[in-house]
């Protein structure tokens, strides 16, 4: 209830009531905020995705098809580590962040300490593997310096995205996304006139340094002011064990669900040759904005499922009913278009059968998309053992069958590897739901036994 306060005038006393003058300020987080800020994140992924096409249209354009394989081989290793690193931070903040009440200030400073370790080290490991892996690049110190670099840049701007989302702070993203897009678009020519050299690589890395570099001191002001802090949900509050626990979960499953994923391009160059990992690349970019809507809503679905417990498996099923329709919309106009589009860009891909690719990579992604929601409601729970195991199982389909499928088919083939990982993925969520529900009803029997 609202409260009372006495004002004292010289001829009276007057009660007013005190939420009259001091209006308590709107939370930033529960149900009433989830469909905001997933569309804030959505508006986001579209933005990214078809400003995305545009970049690569140009980069088709401007590249032939095994110049372009090349650099989008190296471009998949810096984003697919950087997205590893940023993703275990960002998704550990998410789940955490709206549950830790005053926590959250010393818990940031401890993930940016454990993101830069992490970035650090990846990054070396990631130069040296690239260098000795794809033969184009071989013993290229420059490439090797420039895939450390755009993975410490790339994956600081992802983690700030994951940290707006969990303070609150959704609606800044299509702003960010849009300036980066942009920025990307109008290097991309200039890069590739002057120095000639990994313009693709090279405008990721420099438009992510500006954004950062614009943002960062924004998001450190709402970090130290504290304001909107929802109160804990975490029994026995958070500690330092948890924190560090939690992110070193979700770093491995990042690391087996989407890095592995982002990272196909370069499997597919190295098996099947620079064409047909430009085509594999260009293709698994534009299905990606599939990808992204989804991830928004799951994404979402994490901040606001942890600071409201009790409503998360409603928000995860009007969630999914969403996330699943759209991307089923979305791969049907994918499948439809994009092909058509590719051709026109380069006569090349068409030879190179871009519809089977994309079409297969769709499917994939409408599976992935109903993989995102479950395991953002167990991550929500800070219940990462399951999804974990999953992850295992897919990325060992994926390593498995990918060498031998890109191989035989290039391209197609890698999408198809794609494709079985989720169908993995999709089968242990059937799975394990049905053992769920079956415990569930066991369990109300034995208690109806025992009432009687």
């Known amino acids: 209830m609202a409260g009372w306060c006495l004002v004292s005038r ?39 995705a078809l400003l995305g096409i545009g970049f690569w249209a140009i980069a088709a354009k401007i590249f032939p098809p095994a110049q372009l394989g090349v650099m989008t081989a190296v471009l998949a290793v810096i984003v697919s580590v950087g997205v590893v690193i940023a993703a275990g931070v960002g998704d550990a903040y998410a789940a955490l962040f709206p549950a830790a009440g005053d926590d959250r200030r010393r818990f940031y400073r401890i993930g940016q300490r454990t993101f830069l370790a992490l970035a650090v080290v990846s990054g070396v490991v990631a130069a040296v593997c690239t260098t000795r892996l794809l033969q184009a690049v071989h013993g290229s110190v420059g490439v090797g310096i420039l895939v450390a670099v755009g993975i410490l840049v790339w994956s ?28 990307k678009i109008v290097l991309l ?30 998001v450190a002001r709402v970090i130290d002011t504290g304001d909107e802090l929802p109160t804990t949900t975490i029994p026995g509050g958070l500690t330092v064990r948890t924190f560090n626990k939690f992110v070193g979960q979700t770093v491995l499953s990042s690391a087996l669900s989407m890095g592995l994923l982002t990272v196909t391009p370069f499997v597919v160059a190295v098996f099947a040759g620079p064409k047909q990992g430009a085509l594999f690349s260009l293709a698994l970019s534009i299905v990606q904005a599939l990808d992204f809507i989804g991830a928004a809503l799951a994404t979402s679905l994490v901040v606001h499922a942890s600071s409201a417990p009790e409503e ?78 999953f992850d295992g199982i897919a990325a060992a389909v994926l390593v498995a069958t990918m060498p031998f499928l890109c191989r035989e088919h290039g391209a197609l083939g ?24 079956r415990r569930q009803r066991l369990g109300k029997r034995h ?4 009432a009687n």
Request: proline content about 4%.
């Open 312 to 389: 998360a498996d409603t928000m995860a099923r009007a969630i999914l009913i969403r996330a699943v329709a759209l991307a089923a919309v979305g791969a049907a106009v994918l499948i439809a278009v994009a092909p058509l589009g590719l051709r026109l860009l380069n006569p090349q891909y068409g030879a190179m059968g871009a519809t089977g690719v994309i079409a297969a990579l769709s499917v994939a992604a409408i599976f992935h998309c109903v993989y995102l929601v479950w395991a953002a409601l167990q991550r929500s729970r800070r219940n990462m053992k399951t999804p974990l195991v």
């Open 10 to 48: 010289p001829n009276a006393t007057l009660m007013v009531r005190a939420n009259a003058i001091v209006p308590a300020p709107t939370s930033r987080f529960g149900t009433k905020r989830l469909y905001r800020d997933a569309g804030s994140m959505a508006s986001s992924s579209v933005a990214n």
């Open 414 to 437: 890698g999408a198809w590897a794609v494709l079985l990982a989720q169908l993995a993925l999709t089968v242990g969520i059937a799975v394990h739901f049905l053992a769920t529900t």
């Open 156 to 183: 600081r701007l992802a983690l700030q995205n994951a940290t707006l989302v969990a303070l609150g702070r959704a609606s800044w993203l299509p702003a960010a996304s849009i300036a980066v897009s942009v920025i």
């Open 189 to 218: 020519p200039i890069l590739a006139v002057t120095i000639a050299w990994h313009a693709v690589e090279l405008s990721f890395a420099l438009s992510a340094i500006v954004v950062v570099l614009i943002l960062r001191p924004m």
């Open 447 to 450: 208690v109806s036994a025992g």
